[in-house]
């Protein structure tokens, strides 16, 4: 798994819970070095065992664990380039849900070995979704429903979620769209100085 | 011909391209596309002259409506007249029967600043314009290059740590300064008996100043070889400064067979070295401090003795060898 996942587990656990319990969950899923590169390849194996470890240590539901780190990537002020990269891929929520079918092709695009799960979007009527996500990380669909939650909440899109669990290696997410402009939502800069 | 509809044909235009002018035969603007009406939100530009508007200044400068029109359907470069001063790529069609022009805008590779200078969101592009994808492209790769960035700052510095850690030369492969002071306070404290030879080679310099630091290399190279081949496997060789090096020969050997040895080495190391088309000439000078067991001189002080042992051979006109203890009798 590419080195920019573990190290958003990380950092999300580091915010969320302090460096103290990433140093615990470190510890506990035996890794080498505890701070993860963004810009290396781990063994596939790595992710799962910090994922179960973390929930093990941290006490928590891994539904859970995995939709906060969903919402954390989208709306941590520290993780802008998240919201950003995906607000590229719509101009409105539904188009953005659209754009999900390429999210693969995308960050492929800009790291080359970074391979994302692969989603796919299936309309059922003008407000009802689908999503499919596969993965090989157990409960995966959770931190997209995180992602879709504070993604709508950006573009100012009222939604439902809901889990479909997981068949093989596809988990299933139901998408209802209640009110595509509910709120004013979050400008988005097509240009920013940074 | 019939006329043609444009108020409905603009409205498709401003779509397709929302970054066109329509211009009159005299080359005034007749319409502004929603887009390009942002980059002067605060003038219409109807009415105006096109090239009083935009600065045409490649291929080559143009001033005049005619030298425009002769420019059709080729690609022209021009930027805006007032700050920003945006630069803009464009091509223009001229309309049948001298109703004007059509001229088609983009911000080519200035579309960064464009979208910061002009505050422009999605919906000022036409959907099959690839400026988002661009953005997006700009914008992922940077922060993946800051993250490579990163990494590479800290690999680098790890670099540095391990080359500090280090024992070998990396040039002769030979022990360095560090593996060397090891080495000698260690057969000190275990009060060894071995031989500390320090050799300097000459006109070295001449070489690297004349020849390069390439040559200089080399020869630093072909030196190491020499003493690795006169040497015994268990003595150490270290290159301790930039053509210094010191050997330890281990166990108390006779004086007449360290002569022999460093005589070796001087004749080793005053063959010539062939450097691509160039022959290097060095010599060395030797100084040689011999401890034997119980001798109470610490590291730096027999340090001190083999360095002024190498100066002896120096001032005696170089390429030869000293020992410390023929010199004693002159201090």
Aim: with cysteine.
């Amino acid at each position: 798994m590419h080195g920019l996942i573990n190290k958003a587990v990380e950092a999300f656990v580091k915010d969320t819970y302090g460096v103290d319990a990433w140093r615990v969950i470190a510890h506990r899923a035996d890794l080498e070095d505890p701070s993860f590169e963004a810009m290396m390849v781990y063994d596939n194996s790595v992710t799962p065992r910090v994922v179960d470890c973390a929930t093990e240590a941290l006490g928590v539901e891994r539904g859970d664990f995995l939709q906060n780190l969903g919402t954390y990537l989208v709306s941590q002020p520290s993780q802008q380039a998240v919201r950003r990269l995906l607000r590229f891929g719509g101009v409105d929520f539904v188009d953005f849900l659209y754009s999900l079918d390429d999210l693969y092709d995308r960050a492929r695009l800009a790291v080359a070995d970074l391979f994302l799960p692969r989603l796919e979007l299936r309309e059922h009527t003008v407000n009802q979704f689908s999503l499919t996500v596969r993965s090989d990380i157990d409960g995966f669909g959770h931190v997209l429903i995180g992602l879709l939650t504070a993604m709508a909440d950006d573009y100012g899109a009222l939604v439902m979620l809901e889990y479909g669990g997981r068949q093989g290696e596809v988990e299933t997410i139901a998408i209802a769209l209640l009110e595509t402009a509910f709120a004013a939502g979050n400008r988005f800069e097509l240009g920013v100085r940074v | 011909m019939p006329t043609l509809d444009w108020p409905a044909l603009e409205a498709a235009f401003d779509i397709l391209c929302p970054m066109h002018l329509r211009l009159t035969e005299t080359g005034h603007i007749v319409h502004v596309a929603p887009t390009l009406k942002k980059l002067r939100p605060d003038a219409d530009l109807t009415g105006m002259r096109f090239l009083e508007v935009f600065r045409l200044d490649r291929p080559r400068s143009i001033t005049t409506m005619s030298e425009l029109m002769s420019r059709a359907r080729s690609k022209l470069h021009l930027e805006l007249r007032e700050a920003p001063c945006t630069s803009l790529k464009g091509v223009l069609v001229r309309l049948p029967k001298g109703q004007g022009a059509l001229v088609n805008l983009s911000f080519g590779i200035s579309v960064v600043e464009g979208v910061q200078d002009f505050g422009l969101s999605s919906a000022d592009f036409a959907a099959t314009d690839l400026a988002i994808e661009m953005l997006y492209l700009v914008e992922a790769k940077s922060a993946a290059m800051d993250a490579s960035r990163n990494l590479n700052q800290r690999l680098q510095g790890a670099k540095l740590a391990a080359e500090e850690q280090a024992a070998t030369d990396t040039l002769t492969g030979l022990k360095n300064r560090r593996a060397a002071d090891r080495i000698l306070e260690t057969a000190i404290e275990e009060d060894r008996p071995f031989t500390l030879m320090q050799l300097d080679l000459d006109f070295f310099k001449a070489v690297n100043d004349s020849k390069g630091h390439a040559a200089g290399d080399r020869v630093l190279q072909e030196v190491a070889k020499i003493m690795r081949a006169e040497t015994r496997k268990g003595d150490v060789i270290a290159r301790v400064g930039g053509d210094e090096f010191i050997i330890l020969i281990e166990g108390s050997a006779e004086k007449d067979r360290l002569k022999e040895i460093a005589s070796r080495l001087i004749r080793g190391i005053e063959q010539p070295i062939k450097f691509e088309d160039e022959t290097c000439h060095i010599s060395s000078s030797i100084g040689i401090a011999r401890r034997l067991v119980g001798d109470p001189r610490g590291m730096d002080a027999l340090m001190q003795c083999s360095d002024r042992a190498l100066y002896a051979s120096k001032s005696k006109g170089r390429a030869c060898a000293t020992f410390d203890d023929d010199l004693v009798e002159l201090y």
